[in-house]
């Protein structure tokens, strides 16, 4: 099926820095969202926008709705150990319930 | 609140054998979805329901794959007979749509290994 276009791929930081990632489309969605996933878990949600232009903060989590409607982008400040994870966003187009997900970003942080 | 419930969480079969996943979605929510992921394809939607009608199975792999959802409160996934190819993880969420504003929570999977 549709996937999402989403870099980086993987990303290995250190405690205490900045990261950012994002996600692009060809096609144009209505809604974005961004999910974390944690090993033999499932996908939790962090953030959901809904209009173009958006910016929505989650505590150390930020993350905007692309002015275009075909990217979106995630930024988490001052990184600690339990943010690893696999990231994933997420578009719905406004048709129907169906979201396509993204590919994923591996983040890593080293002590 | 609890969250989706998946059962059984692992499991283990042959090939040829028939594979049943559960699914019990939050309270209230009206739709439910099941999801497969793997390494290969990442997360992708096999089918969902909203208030217990099929909407959409077109990521349903083939005839093999079947899903049921009696009522509001329990969902089925039937692989039958699976093959080694089916191995992966597979996931269900639950979401109240509502307009364009639905969110989507995912249950903990089931990691189905076919040998």
Not at chain 1, 95 to 108: I, M, P
Not at chain 2, 86 to 91: K, L, N, P, W
Request: charge should be negative.
């Amino acid at each position: 099926g549709q996937q999402l276009n989403q870099s980086p791929q993987s990303m290995f930081i250190q405690e205490g820095e900045d990261v950012s990632m994002n996600c692009t489309s060809s096609s144009i969605f209505n809604t974005w969202l961004w999910y974390k996933q944690d090993p033999g878990e499932g996908p939790v949600l962090l953030i959901a926008l809904y209009k173009a232009g958006e910016l929505t903060s989650n505590g150390r989590l930020t993350a905007q709705f692309g002015i275009t409607r075909k990217d979106s982008f995630l930024n988490i400040s001052a990184s600690i150990p339990s943010d690893v994870g696999i990231y994933f966003c997420a578009g719905r187009d406004g048709t129907a319930s169906k979201l396509t997900f993204g590919t994923g970003t591996r983040l890593q942080v080293t002590l | 609140d609890a969250g989706v419930i998946q059962s059984p969480r692992h499991e283990v079969t042959e090939m040829g054998q028939e594979v049943t996943l559960r699914c019990k979605p939050i309270s209230g929510h009206n739709s439910l979805f099941w999801y497969r992921q793997t390494m290969m394809r990442g997360l992708e939607l096999l089918i969902y329901f909203n208030n217990n009608v099929p909407i959409d199975d077109s990521g349903m792999p083939e005839d093999r794959f079947s899903a049921k959802m009696p009522n509001a409160s329990f969902s089925t996934l039937k692989i039958q007979p699976s093959e080694p190819r089916d191995s992966a993880v597979y996931f269900c969420a639950s979401s109240w749509t509502s307009g364009s504003t639905d969110t989507q929570y995912f249950g903990p999977g089931t990691r189905l290994t076919v040998l």
